[in-house]
Structure formats: structure tokens, C-alpha cells
């Protein structure tokens, strides 16, 4: 079954203690990229990858760093996560189909920093 | 830089009527992609419709269609014989294609649409 898998699923850390968290597809997508949502302002882009170590800044990516040694995986790495970064994540790999786009999303991680 | 804008953050509509959820898109790009996603409880983001700028023809898939209007920069989702399925947040997309574009997906803030049994 074509999916895009994000572990853990929840998660409450604390200030400063460095987290990840794992990002795989099974589709053999070049593109993948992370979100943030919060209510009110929608999805948000943190990072992108165009494919094996190709990453680049998105729209919010302060605190944040990615990695990108394999094609399949995408993880996003809080090397000191802060409250402010408590957030619902998720995780999304591309594929482009005669034309068509159509982007693949894990299931999300909840993530609380206390 | 690009920008969606959902202007209802939230929609009521009766069990087997149709609805129309807005969205607006500002971008001096030519070249782009409109896409709408659905958000039930669960939470999981599924992908619903896409639609090229290029494209001559408005979207469908099953009960989805895109009302692209490229003059108004609008692109509508109508969700045709509404079901209690359907309740969930839905959010609009888009991403510019051109070479050189940053490449990153913009989404807007959401429309909750809730059908009424």
C-alpha cells in the first residue's frame, strides 16, 4: 500500500530536549517536504527536499533542520524544541502523474513542548 | 510571494445539497497549481482535486469540481450531494510551477464545513 508513514503519532517533551521525528514513504517520490498547522494560519512549510540531499529552506524553518541521506526518508530533527513549537506536523511526499500533482500526507504528529 | 485566502471558517450545509467552499489566490505568476485537501477528525490530510493554470477545462473528480475562474483569481470547491461524511476542515492550496519559483506550497487557513443530518 502506497503511504507516507510519521512516527510518533503524539508526542510531550520539554524545553530543550533534542527530538525527531521520522518521515517515510514507500512511493519513490523525490519530493518530500514538512509542514506545521496551527489553528487559524493553515499548513505552513518548514522545510523541502527536491530529493537525496537536496533540502531548502520553506516558509517557517527557525528551529528547525532536516535530513535527507536516503530517498524514502525525511526526518525533522528539534535540536532544542521550544513552547512555541508546539504544533500538529505532518510529513508529504509528491507525485506527478500525466500533469497532475498530488501530494501524499502522513498522518500527522502531535507535538507538545512544555 | 503567493497567497491563499479562505475567507468562511466555517459552513453548515443540509445532507444531499450541495455546497460551495471559496478561495482566492493572489500571485503575478503565470504558471501554478490550485489543489483542495480534506481534513476529517481523524486528522489526516487527503488530497481531493488539483487544477493546472494551464488547464482549459474545470476539475472534477466524482462529487468534487474546481469552479476556476483565472480573470477573478478564484478557485471554488463545489462538493455536489453533501454527505455526513463530508464533515471535516478543507483546505486550499497552491503551488507555483515556473522555473526559478520557490516551489513551496502555500495553503490557506481552512474551511470547517460541517453537513447537517
Known amino acids: 500500500e502506497a503511504q507516507v508513514t510519521q512516527n510518533p503519532r503524539y508526542l510531550i517533551t520539554v524545553t530543550g530536549k533534542k527530538l525527531t521525528v521520522t518521515c517515510s514513504q514507500n512511493?519513490?517520490?523525490?519530493?518530500m517536504s514538512w509542514y506545521r498547522q496551527d489553528p487559524g494560519l493553515g499548513l505552513r512549510q518548514i522545510y523541502y527536499s527536491m530529493n537525496v540531499e537536496v533540502t531548502d529552506k520553506g516558509d517557517v524553518p527557525e528551529g528547525y533542520k532536516v535530513s535527507r541521506k536516503e530517498k524514502r526518508n525525511f526526518p525533522l530533527i528539534l535540536e532544542s524544541p521550544s513552547p512555541n513549537q508546539t504544533s500538529l506536523y505532518f510529513c508529504?511526499?509528491?507525485?506527478?502523474?500525466?500533469?497532475?500533482?498530488?501530494?501524499?500526507f502522513g498522518s500527522g504528529t502531535q507535538l507538545s513542548v512544555l | 510571494a503567493q497567497k491563499i485566502t479562505q475567507t468562511q471558517p466555517g459552513m453548515f450545509v443540509q445532507e444531499k445539497e450541495a455546497v460551495t467552499l471559496d478561495c482566492t489566490y493572489d500571485t503575478s505568476d503565470p504558471s501554478y497549481g490550485l489543489f483542495w485537501y480534506k481534513q476529517p477528525s481523524s486528522g489526516e490530510m487527503i488530497f481531493l482535486i488539483y487544477?493546472?493554470?494551464?488547464?482549459?477545462q474545470n476539475a472534477t473528480e466524482g462529487r468534487y469540481s474546481l469552479n476556476f475562474q483565472k480573470a477573478r483569481k478564484s478557485a471554488n470547491l463545489v462538493i455536489s450531494a453533501s454527505q455526513l461524511g463530508d464533515s471535516a476542515m478543507y483546505f486550499c492550496a497552491m503551488r507555483l510551477i515556473s522555473s526559478g519559483s520557490a516551489r513551496q506550497l502555500t495553503f490557506g487557513s481552512g474551511t470547517q464545513l460541517t453537513v447537517l443530518p
Open positions: 487544477q493546472g493554470s494551464y488547464d482549459q
Open positions: 508529504a511526499s509528491r507525485s506527478i502523474e500525466q500533469g497532475e500533482e498530488k501530494l501524499f
Open positions: 512511493m519513490n517520490h523525490e519530493y
